[in-house]
C-alpha cells in the first residue's frame, strides 16, 4: 500500500513538473517604453511633467541649442520653386515670403569644404576651416586628391569633387533674423567680392544688397548671387550686433 502511495505521488509531481502554464494575455503584450514622467515616478506626484513651474520663458540657449537656418537664391529645381511658393532667382529662408533682393550685415565668416556622394548627396568629408578634413578621406585639405582639377575631355579641367565655399553668418535687415550665406561653385567670385567688401570696412560695420544675376549654361538658364555695398543706419548695425553675443547667438 505505502509502496502504491508513493508511486501515485511520484507521478503527481512528475506531472506537475511537465504541465504548460499558460501565459497570461498582459504577458503576451510588450511593454510601453514611453511612459510619461507622470507615469514613471509613479502615485502621489501629479503632472510631474508638465507642471507651468518646469518651464521658463527665457530659455538659456546656447550655440548647441539653436540651428542657423540657410538664406538660399532659388533655382528651377528647387523646391519652393516646383511648389509653386517662389520663383528662380529669388532668396528662400524658411519662416519668411520669398524675397528677389535683400539687405543683409555679415556678422562672422569661415572657410570651408565639403565632399558629397555624387549620387545620394551624402557628406562624405567636411572640413569646417578648410584645412583638415573629417571623414573619407579625411586629413590635409591641401594634398587631398579630391580638392584638386582634373584633366577632363577637350581639353577642359573638371572642378574639384570636393566643393570650397565662403560661408557667412548674416543678419538679414529685412526679417529681422540670422540666417547662413555658403557661396560656392559660381558663387565664389561674388563671396571673393563680399571678403574684400568686409576687409575695408570691417565685420559687423558694413551692409550689402543681396540680389541676383541670371547665366546661361550647357543645362539652361541659372541664377548666381550678386552683392552690392549699402549705406545702413548706424541702428541697424547695432541690432546686427545685438543678435551675436560672444559665442552664443541670441
Not at 510601453?32 to 502615485?43: M, N, R
Amino acid at each position: 500500500m505505502a509502496k502504491e502511495k508513493a508511486k501515485k505521488a511520484k507521478a503527481k509531481a512528475k506531472a506537475k513538473k511537465q504541465e504548460v502554464v499558460e501565459p497570461s494575455f498582459d504577458s503576451m503584450i510588450e511593454q510601453d517604453e514611453t511612459k510619461s514622467v507622470d507615469e514613471a515616478v509613479g502615485e502621489g506626484v501629479e503632472n510631474a511633467g508638465t507642471a507651468l513651474a518646469n518651464y521658463t520663458d527665457t530659455p538659456d540657449f546656447d550655440q548647441d541649442d539653436v540651428v542657423i537656418p540657410r538664406l538660399r537664391l532659388a533655382q528651377g529645381l528647387t523646391t519652393e520653386v516646383q511648389d509653386g511658393l517662389a520663383r528662380s532667382g529669388q532668396w528662400i529662408l524658411t519662416g519668411f515670403e520669398p524675397e528677389d533682393e535683400l539687405t543683409v550685415v555679415p556678422v562672422a565668416f569661415t572657410k570651408r569644404r565639403e565632399l558629397r556622394d555624387i549620387e545620394t548627396r551624402e557628406i562624405l568629408c567636411f572640413s569646417k576651416d578648410s584645412k583638415v578634413g573629417v571623414g573619407e578621406p579625411g586629413g590635409d585639405c591641401a594634398t587631398c586628391p579630391m580638392a584638386e582639377w582634373t584633366e577632363g575631355e577637350a581639353g577642359k579641367n573638371n572642378p574639384p569633387a570636393c566643393n570650397f565655399q565662403y560661408a557667412y553668418l548674416m543678419y538679414v535687415v529685412d526679417f529681422q533674423a540670422l540666417a547662413a550665406v555658403t557661396f560656392t561653385k559660381s558663387g565664389l567670385r561674388t563671396g571673393k567680392l563680399l571678403n574684400t567688401i568686409v576687409a575695408q570696412r570691417g565685420m559687423m560695420n558694413c551692409a550689402v544688397k543681396l540680389s541676383n544675376s541670371q547665366r546661361k549654361g550647357g543645362k539652361g538658364n541659372y541664377y548666381v548671387p550678386s552683392v552690392n555695398p549699402v549705406n545702413v543706419e548706424q541702428e541697424v548695425l547695432d541690432a546686427a550686433r545685438a543678435k551675436v553675443s560672444g559665442d552664443v547667438v541670441v
